[in-house]
């Protein structure tokens, strides 16, 4: 990638994968640009709104297997979109948003819907839903160790020419032959995680802001977060000034007199 000094966000169908909260990866890839004074733009592109096509960063987010079709055509019927998904940007599909990106889904009455074929990867109903939290070691060494928790019903198969996101530590992953957990490619970053997956995972969104900036980050003086909790939770004589000096760290205006 070049290096840019300007980063535009299409969060894709909110509307539509929007079950687990994923938009919030939009919110902390473009808070930790503005930290570091890179400018962003965060456009979010519902099911009625024609899709930027020159965004550095794309996002599709995790839900039910009929919003997941419908997620489908949608995307199927845009194909400059998929070759800039394809060819250009970097995507970030968590859940039903990265099982839409590969060749097929087969629900649990055994049906095989069409996905959009950007990726070698196909899905199959397992016996019981997987749900919990899962820690992953992710094969990007500069972000190490993931957390997340998954709920899905699929179980993912990566094609041979296809690298997992990641290792299972605990938890179910792709939940298909052996302990792998999303995948990784040039252009797309999939993954089960839900959190939102770079709100627990910051080295993450680092890293696909590295990909799009074409240059390393400085890292982010990060408040205090325990003191932060603490002074959120309050109770008879807590200290609201860890509070202040986090808001002041994160370059944010006090809501309160001070
Ligand atoms: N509907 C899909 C499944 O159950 C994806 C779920 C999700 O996005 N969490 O596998």
């Not at 296809?162 to 792998?180: F, K, Q, R, S």
């Not at 993954?191 to 240059?215: K, S």
Request: glycine share 12%.
């Amino acid at each position: 990638m070049t290096a840019t000094c300007e980063v535009s966000i299409g969060l894709l169908l909110p509307d539509v994968l929007g079950t687990y909260s994923d938009a919030g990866n939009a919110t902390v890839l473009a808070q930790r640009l503005r930290w570091r004074g890179i400018a962003v733009t965060v456009h979010t592109v519902t099911a009625r709104d024609a899709p930027p096509l020159s965004c550095e960063i794309y996002l599709l987010g995790g839900g039910e297997d009929r919003a997941q079709q419908f997620a489908t055509r949608w995307l199927r019927d845009k194909p400059k979109l998929l070759d800039a998904l394809a060819e250009r940007a970097v995507t970030l599909a968590v859940c039903a948003g990265m099982q839409v990106l590969g060749e097929s889904m087969t629900d649990p009455d055994g049906r095989e819907h069409p996905g959009v074929g950007l990726l070698d990867l196909t899905t199959s109903p397992r016996r019981t839903r997987a749900i919990g939290e899962a820690v992953v070691q992710c094969n990007l060494p500069e972000v190490g160790m993931l957390t997340g928790f998954e709920n899905h019903r699929g179980a993912t198969a990566l094609g041979p020419g296809l690298a997992p996101l990641g290792e299972v530590v605990t938890g179910v992953g792709n939940g298909a032959e052996h302990a792998v957990e999303g995948v990784l490619t040039e252009h797309i970053i999939g993954t089960y995680l839900h959190g939102p997956v770079l709100a627990r995972n910051p080295a993450l969104a680092d890293h696909i802001l590295a990909r799009v900036t074409g240059r390393p980050l400085p890292p982010i003086e990060l408040p205090d977060l325990p003191a932060v909790r603490q002074s959120y939770l309050g109770g008879s004589g807590a200290s609201r000034r860890p509070l202040r000096r986090a808001r002041r760290a994160a370059g944010l205006r006090s809501s309160s007199p001070s």
